[in-house]
């Protein structure tokens, strides 16, 4: 949720008409406030989401369901201008390195661990006045283009067939 809150569509129009109503209100009388317009499964889905973002709750009372601005809600739109502080906790999981997956032989951080211990091996060969001889990419196989690999593999495939068959 930001700190600033936004001043327009259905969630506004939801958010002002729950706050004037601090006992809650259920869905037929949110739209029977005349200020929404849309229909009850629209105002239902709106409902719901801003229940999954934190800024309305619902308690279910005789059959009805009655919905309310959060605590944290009601003191955002009570002050608005002001700026919302993080939690301590939403700190430190922002702070907190998250892993990097497991501690195998294959993860970064040994990969990371490993060119650094053979950087510094080189360096020190290089001090000791060891020189490197850094050798070309000499391909071992000529490069195929696409079309000679397919006639090559249907070639095979007919002598394979040719084969099976028993012809010479």
Do not use: Y
């Amino acid at each position: 949720m930001s700190a600033k809150i936004q001043k327009f569509g259905r969630a506004a129009t939801i958010r002002e008409l729950l706050l004037d109503r601090p006992a809650g209100a259920s869905d037929e009388e949110l739209l029977a406030s005349g200020t929404l317009t849309c229909t009850l499964k629209q105002l239902n889905s709106s409902l719901a989401a801003m229940r999954d973002t934190g800024q309305v709750q619902v308690s279910i009372t005789k059959g009805k369901r009655i919905w309310l601005l959060t605590t944290t809600m009601h003191r955002l739109m009570r002050t608005p201008d002001a700026r919302v502080e993080p939690t301590r906790a939403a700190v430190a999981r922002v702070m907190r390195s998250a892993p990097t997956g497991s501690h195998n032989s294959t993860t970064v951080q040994h990969k990371d661990r490993d060119r650094a211990v053979i950087a510094d091996q080189l360096a020190a060969f290089r001090r000791a006045g060891g020189k490197v001889e850094v050798l070309g990419n000499t391909p071992t196989r000529r490069e195929m283009s696409r079309r000679e690999i397919n006639e090559a593999s249907g070639s095979q495939r007919l002598a394979q067939a040719t084969a099976q068959r028993g012809h010479p």
